[in-house]
């Protein structure tokens, strides 16, 4: 299943000083974004990236299940910090069945209805 992530520095977070600032890329942002980049080339990252302007990631993330992608968002190092919103995907196709199913509902009740 895929999942759409949105990860965003928690305010509480943000750097102070320049001190702080160099240690929160240091230990959060470029170990957060290797193991991003490895993801890419491992197929587990389908789409995304570091979202411009901003401390926050926007991610298409692919997991066999829930705990899965528990595991990988809670792995990152930069987790801690940020406020993760996840969106479960459905296909295309999942989607085009479940409306298929709910039109022929639909149909159902108002062929019942004229009658």
């Not at 990236?49 to 066999?64: F, S």
């Amino acid at each position: 299943m895929n999942y759409f992530i949105e990860m965003k520095l928690a305010d509480s977070a943000r750097p102070k000083s320049p001190q702080d600032g160099v240690a929160f890329i240091e230990g959060f942002v470029l170990p957060s974004l290797e193991i991003m980049d490895k993801w890419q080339k491992e197929g587990r990252v389908l789409a995304g990236g570091p979202v411009a302007g901003a401390i926050a990631l926007a991610l298409i993330i692919k997991a066999e299940s829930v705990q899965e992608l528990d595991q990988l968002v809670e792995s990152l190092p930069v987790w801690p910090v940020m406020e993760t919103r996840v969106v479960p995907l459905q296909t295309f196709s999942g989607r085009r069945t479940a409306v298929q199913d709910r039109l022929e509902s639909l149909r159902e009740l108002v062929a019942s209805m004229k009658s």
